[in-house]
C-alpha cells in the first residue's frame, strides 16, 4: 500500500514538472502577446483601487474609465517625449562610452603593472570590459523603449480590464451559490496584490525622482533615463538597485571624473536604504518579502521568458504567486519557504495560527 503510494506521488511529481516545462515553453513562445497582457495587468491593478473610489463615489463606470485612462495617457506622453529623445541619444553615445571606459580600464591595469601587479591581457578582454555593462544597459533600454510600440494594445487591454472588474463581483454573487464564502479568499488575495504593487510603485517612484534629482545635481548626462531605471529596478530588491547603479556611476566617472562617481554611488547608497530598508519595511511589512535566492532566481528566470520587461516585473510577478499560495492552506508552506527568514519563530507561528483560525472561520 505504501508502495503504490509513493509510486503514486512520484508519478504525480513527474507530471507537475511536465506541465511546468509545457507552460514555459509555451509563454516563451508567446512573449509578444504576454508581455502587453502582463503591462496591462500590472497598470490595471494600479488603476483599481482609484476606480473603485469614484464608483463608491458615485461616478458612472464608463466616466470613471475614461478619467483614467486619460491620465494614464497623459503620463506615457510625458515619458515619451522626454525620456524617448534621452533614450536614443544615449543609445548613440555608448560607443563613445565605451571606448572611453576602455581607455581608462587600460590605464588601471598599466598602473597596477607599474605596481608590480602583473594582470594577463587576456584577462583584461575576456573579465573586466566595462564597456560590455554600458552595451548591455544600452540594449536594455532599447527594448523598454519599443514597449512605447504597443501603447495602443496595452491601453485598449486596460480598458477591458477596467471593464471587466467593475463587473465581475456581481457576476460572482449570481453564479455561486455561496458567494460570501467564496468571495473571502478571492479578495484577500486582490487586496495584497493590489496594496503590494501600488505601495511597491509608490516608493519605486520616490526612489526614481530621488536619483533623478540627484544625478541632475551632479551634471551627469541622462539624469532622467537613469531615474527611470531606478525607478524600474526599483521593483527588483536587493539586486535591482546594484544593477541601477552601475552603469550611471560608470558614466559619471567617463564624463565628470572619480569625485562625482563616488558622490553618484553614494547617493544611489542614501536613497536605497532610506527608502529599501526604512520607508518599504515599515509601510509593507516583513511578511510580504522573497529571500534573496528567490529574488535573483526570479529575476533570471522571468528574464529569460519575457526580457527586460520580465526582468522589471519579476518580482511583482513572483510576488502575485506567493500571495496565491498564502491564501490556501494546503500550499500556505511553499509561500513560507519562498519569503524571507522570519526574525522570531514563535511571532511567526502564532501569525500563522491566527491566519488559520481566521481562514476557519
Known amino acids: 500500500m505504501q508502495e503504490k503510494k509513493k509510486v503514486s506521488d512520484v508519478n504525480r511529481l513527474f507530471v507537475a514538472a511536465a506541465c511546468f516545462v509545457v507552460i514555459v515553453a509555451g509563454m516563451r513562445m508567446a512573449t509578444t502577446l504576454l508581455v502587453p497582457f502582463f503591462l496591462s495587468l500590472f497598470i490595471a491593478i494600479l488603476c483599481g483601487p482609484p476606480l473603485f473610489w469614484m464608483q463608491r463615489k458615485g461616478i458612472p463606470t464608463a466616466l470613471a474609465v475614461l478619467s483614467i485612462l486619460v ?16 533614450l536614443s541619444d544615449f543609445s548613440s553615445s555608448v560607443p563613445e562610452y565605451q571606448a572611453r571606459l576602455t581607455e581608462m580600464s587600460t590605464s588601471l591595469f598599466s598602473w597596477l603593472k607599474g605596481m608590480g601587479l602583473e594582470v594577463p591581457e587576456e584577462v ?17 533600454l532599447t527594448g523598454l523603449s519599443g514597449l512605447f510600440k504597443n501603447t495602443f494594445l496595452i491601453l485598449l487591454t486596460v480598458i477591458f480590464i477596467l471593464l471587466e472588474a467593475s463587473g465581475f463581483p456581481k457576476k460572482i454573487v449570481v453564479a455561486l451559490p455561496d458567494p460570501e464564502k467564496s468571495l473571502a479568499p478571492l479578495r484577500e488575495f486582490t487586496e495584497s496584490v493590489t496594496r503590494y ?68 554611488a553614494l547617493g544611489f547608497l542614501v ?34 521568458v519575457l526580457g527586460p520587461v520580465g526582468m522589471v516585473l519579476s518580482v511583482p510577478l513572483t ?9 490556501n492552506e494546503n500550499t500556505r508552506w511553499i509561500a513560507i519557504l519562498l519569503g524571507s527568514p522570519p526574525a522570531d519563530v514563535a ?12 481562514s476557519l472561520s
Do not use: H
Open 124 to 140: 583584461l578582454k575576456d573579465y573586466f570590459d566595462p564597456g560590455k555593462i554600458m552595451r548591455m544597459a544600452a540594449n536594455a
Open 197 to 264: 504593487i501600488a505601495l511597491k510603485t509608490l516608493f519605486s517612484a520616490v526612489t526614481g525622482v530621488a536619483i533623478g534629482i540627484w544625478l541632475a545635481l551632479l551634471g551627469v548626462d541622462y539624469a532622467l533615463v537613469w531615474g527611470l531605471v531606478a525607478f524600474l529596478l526599483n521593483y527588483v530588491p536587493n539586486i535591482g538597485s546594484i544593477i541601477a547603479a552601475i552603469p550611471a556611476v560608470l558614466l559619471a566617472l567617463v564624463q565628470l571624473g572619480t569625485g562625482p562617481a563616488l558622490f553618484a
Open 71 to 86: 491620465g494614464t495617457v497623459v503620463l506615457i506622453l510625458i515619458l515619451a517625449i522626454f525620456v524617448g529623445s534621452s
Open 271 to 304: 536613497v536605497n536604504v532610506a527608502v529599501g530598508s526604512i520607508l518599504e519595511p515599515r509601510s509593507m511589512g516583513s511578511g510580504l518579502g522573497l529571500s534573496t535566492l528567490v529574488v535573483f532566481l526570479s529575476l533570471v528566470f522571468w528574464g529569460w
Open 319 to 327: 510576488m502575485i504567486v506567493k500571495i496565491g499560495l498564502e491564501s
Open 347 to 358: 511571532t511567526a507561528k502564532a501569525s500563522k495560527k491566527t491566519k488559520k483560525e481566521k
